[in-house]
């Protein structure tokens, strides 16, 4: 079974950053898609940042661009998200996500697998 578990959320200032981590267990493909959503209160779920197995796919959400980076390590299957100049309007939840396709897009219905998702709220 494959297993995605989110941490690192919490609350926050304005402007300050804060690192989320996803531990990804029991997925194993060669071409694979791992990404970063969020809903906020009343919203639909949005892409934030996604990356591709060989890094030749990396896309970002335009409110993010500049202050978000998605990244990974390989060998302890970890997805991270870098977030800096956080706003209130970054408050939501957050999930990780991953895809046993290779990315071409940054959206929802590509992904297969999700955490539960992490909460972020950011404070003026």
């Known amino acids: 079974a494959v297993y995605l578990e989110e941490s690192g959320g919490g609350p926050v200032q304005a402007g300050e950053s804060l690192r989320l981590s996803c531990t990804i267990s029991?997925?194993?493909?060669?071409?694979?898609?791992l990404g970063w959503f969020r809903q906020a209160p009343e919203k639909e779920r949005e892409g934030v940042a996604a990356?591709?197995?060989?890094?030749?796919?990396?896309s970002y959400a335009d409110s993010v661009k500049g202050r978000f980076t998605i990244s990974r390590d390989r060998s302890d299957n970890i997805l991270y998200l870098q977030m800096h100049s956080l706003n209130p309007e970054d408050t939501a939840v957050y999930y990780c996500?991953?895809?046993?396709?290779?990315?071409?897009?940054?959206?929802?219905?590509?992904?297969?697998?999700w955490g539960k998702g992490i909460q972020v709220t950011v404070s003026p």
């Open positions: 996500a991953a895809s046993r396709q290779y990315c071409y897009t940054l959206r929802e219905d590509a992904m297969e697998y």
């Open positions: 029991g997925f194993y493909n060669n071409n694979y898609c």
């Open positions: 990356i591709s197995s060989d890094d030749g796919f990396i």
